[in-house]
């Protein structure tokens, strides 16, 4: 079960305390700049990562007079869309409220997820996904500083996959491992780790015990909560 650390109490908390229970997951973005999109990126991992457990969830966005930019910003990341939160009524009886919000953001109510600052915006040309590959490779409670570098690596690594993930798709299909699925599990349920889910996938990447069919059902199941598209390039020529 996912247990968020609760910003206010620093202590960890079940998502979902009921089972099957309705968890809200409340995002608050101000603005439209990287940051704010880092904040609706946080709350897309949560909600991806609630509903691969069975929970499931209403995702809303508090925004400021730039939500349009800020929905355009996030689709162009592979951020699922969140609803208006001023078109909405009342709740619909959750067992738990979660909110997702950047540090220094005034929210009352509920659990809360503190999503520390990207402390310089990507180049205009900088690509998409190797934004959010270079957005998600540090802990949300941890700053981010983007350079081109980084975002060049975030670029070469994302290649490298979806390439990879190609090539094994052509090898019979072999399930997950059951190690590599604890694993996974246990890091993105561990207060949304998600550095370390990336540090499992270059694991298995470089496994020299394990079948390739293995290693593309794994990276596919991860997907699932990275939202990386890993699975882009199959089909294309050799």
Known sequence: MLRIIDARTREPVDAAPARRGLTRVQVHASGSGTTDLRVLLVGDLLVRTL??????????LTGGDRQAELRAGATALGIRP?????DVGAGLGESQVVHVAAEGEAVTGGVRITVAPVESGPPDHSDPAALRLALITRHHSAPVRLEPAGLDEAGATL????????RWARQPSRPVPDGVRERL?????ADLDVPRVLEVLRGVES???LADGARFETYAYADRLLGLDLTSDLGAPS
């Not at 509903?51 to 809303?60: K, N």
């Open 51 to 60: 509903e691969l457990g069975g929970t499931p969830v209403w995702a809303l």
């Open 82 to 86: 969140f609803e208006d939160s001023t």
């Open 159 to 166: 290649a490298r996959w979806r390439t990879a993930v190609a």
């Open 185 to 189: 599990r246990e890091a993105w349920e």
């Open 207 to 209: 496994d020299p015990e």
